[in-house]
């Protein structure tokens, strides 16, 4: 088994930085797994095997444990499950708290972060109940440092934003772009609502000073994805029939858009969008099947759309695992994937849809030291 973990290891060093002509200096992997509510955090060195680990407790509720993991620079940020705050996870296995964050503790309902990135910048949301329906909502950005703090202007106000959280989606690199759901529904997220969705999607300019709408938006309550430092907006948006997905990818650059139709597919949901650094592939996740119940294990299902050719279609559809992308490898030719039900990383060719196993753990990716 020991040789099996490094051998995993090594192929992914080997899949993410040969092509580049070798490494200056031995990057870090980051794992996670996930044993009852507890959650180890492994810092790796592929090289020689050795991890450092931390533990922290809590999770026992998480609909998806990569939603509560987010790689930075020097580390893991999470958001404590017991009170909201957000705390990084060092490369030594130290915890501290990003002390600024809330800003304000009074009446506060929820914090809702993006990362950008490069992962040195973060925006939130912060949450205040005024009478226990409504809510008052103030946006920020800062330096993952905590330098560079800024508040946004009042959020623009429209029929359902009052009785609404807001839902950060990205933020650029500079903080001059931030994205964000401003009427994300005010509801427990069941238990078979797999993925996340978006209902009204907007956009702060900080060279202007302004808020506008995305393009067609409000849209449908459906998942979206921002990528290529905020250049890149993605839709995957319900056709007029069937179950599926059609992907709508904006270049916010000049305003252009494409469309990929939708495919036939016994799948409900999807979401986990990952968009490669050319802007040319999309890979998401399906999931929920019509008439499983809720009690049952569900299936899911892979897919890789090629946003030029106007195509889309499953990849592969393991029983019992949910497969989520996590980057486009090998000139885009192949993908690190985890499933985050079974605790595993795989590297997976997406002309043949065969995969082999790299990892036991969940791989968040890389530091590179």
Same mark, same amino acid.
């Given at each position: 088994?020991?040789?099996?973990?490094?051998?995993?290891?090594?192929?992914?060093?080997?899949?993410?930085?040969?092509?580049?002509?070798?490494?200056?200096?031995?990057?870090?992997?980051?794992?996670?797994?996930?044993?009852?509510?507890?959650?180890?955090?492994?810092?790796?060195?592929?090289?020689?095997?050795?991890?450092?680990?931390?533990?922290?407790?809590?999770?026992?509720?998480?609909?998806?444990?990569? /939603?509560?993991?987010?790689?930075?620079?020097?580390?893991? +940020?999470?958001?404590?499950?017991?009170?909201?705050?957000?705390?990084?996870?060092?490369?030594?296995?130290?915890?501290?708290?990003?002390?600024?964050?809330?800003?304000?503790?009074?009446?506060?309902?929820?914090?809702?972060?993006?990362?950008?990135?490069?992962?040195?910048?973060?925006?939130?949301? /912060?949450?205040?109940?005024?009478?226990?329906?409504?809510?008052?909502?103030?946006?920020?950005?800062?330096?993952? &440092?905590?330098?560079?703090?800024?508040?946004?202007?009042?959020?623009?106000?429209?029929?359902?934003?009052?009785?609404?959280?807001?839902?950060?989606?990205?933020?650029?690199?500079?903080?001059?772009?931030?994205?964000?759901? +401003?009427?994300?529904? &005010?509801?427990?997220?069941?238990?078979?609502?797999?993925?996340?969705?978006?209902?009204?999607?907007?956009?702060?300019?900080?060279?202007?000073?302004?808020?506008?709408?995305?393009?067609? /938006?409000?849209?449908?309550?459906?998942?979206?994805?921002?990528? &290529?430092?905020?250049?890149?907006?993605?839709?995957?948006?319900?056709?007029?029939?069937?179950?599926?997905?059609?992907?709508?990818?904006?270049?916010?650059?000049? &305003?252009?858009?494409?469309?990929?139709?939708?495919?036939?597919?016994?799948?409900?949901?999807?979401?986990?969008?990952?968009?490669?650094?050319?802007?040319?592939?999309?890979?998401?996740?399906?999931?929920?099947?019509?008439?499983?119940?809720?009690?049952?294990?569900?299936?899911?299902?892979?897919?890789?759309?090629?946003?030029?050719?106007?195509?889309?279609?499953?990849?592969?559809?393991?029983?019992?695992?949910?497969?989520?992308?996590?980057?486009?490898?090998?000139?885009?030719?192949?993908?690190?994937?985890?499933?985050?039900?079974?605790?595993?990383?795989?590297?997976?060719?997406?002309?043949?849809?065969?995969?082999?196993?790299?990892?036991?753990?969940?791989?968040?990716?890389?530091?590179?030291?």
């Amino acid at each position: 088994m020991k040789k099996l973990k490094l051998f995993g290891l090594l192929l992914i060093i080997a899949a993410l930085f040969t092509a580049q002509g070798g490494l200056a200096q031995t990057p870090t992997d980051v794992f996670i797994s996930q044993q009852g509510d507890e959650v180890s955090i492994y810092f790796t060195n592929p090289i020689t095997g050795l991890s450092i680990v931390a533990r922290i407790g809590g999770f026992s509720n998480v609909p998806n444990i990569l /939603e509560a993991f987010h790689l930075t620079p020097s580390g893991v +940020l999470y958001q404590n499950p017991s009170d909201g705050t957000l705390r990084i996870v060092s490369a030594n296995g130290l915890v501290s708290s990003l002390v600024f964050i809330p800003q304000q503790l009074e009446n506060l309902r929820g914090i809702s972060f993006a990362l950008s990135e490069d992962g040195n910048t973060i925006a939130w949301a /912060e949450m205040h109940s005024l009478d226990g329906v409504r809510f008052e909502t103030s946006l920020f950005t800062a330096s993952l &440092n905590g330098g560079n703090l800024r508040m946004l202007p009042v959020l623009p106000v429209t029929q359902g934003s009052p009785f609404s959280r807001v839902a950060v989606l990205g933020v650029s690199n500079d903080a001059s772009l931030v994205f964000f759901d +401003l009427e994300q529904p &005010n509801v427990v997220r069941g238990i078979t609502d797999y993925f996340i969705n978006y209902q009204s999607l907007w956009l702060y300019i900080t060279p202007r000073q302004a808020y506008n709408a995305l393009p067609l /938006e409000p849209n449908c309550h459906c998942p979206a994805q921002i990528a &290529n430092d905020g250049r890149t907006f993605i839709r995957l948006e319900r056709p007029v029939l069937g179950k599926s997905y059609r992907i709508h990818t904006w270049n916010l650059d000049n &305003n252009t858009d494409r469309l990929t139709p939708a495919f036939d597919t016994i799948y409900q949901q999807g979401g986990d969008v990952l968009v490669s650094d050319d802007g040319r592939l999309v890979a998401y996740s399906m999931g929920g099947i019509e008439g499983v119940s809720a009690n049952e294990v569900t299936a899911f299902a892979l897919v890789v759309a090629d946003t030029s050719a106007g195509e889309q279609r499953i990849i592969n559809a393991p029983n019992g695992q949910r497969w989520t992308a996590m980057a486009f490898i090998n000139e885009n030719q192949e993908l690190m994937i985890v499933d985050s039900l079974i605790g595993a990383t795989y590297k997976l060719d997406i002309a043949s849809g065969d995969y082999w196993l790299v990892a036991d753990k969940i791989w968040l990716g890389q530091l590179s030291n």
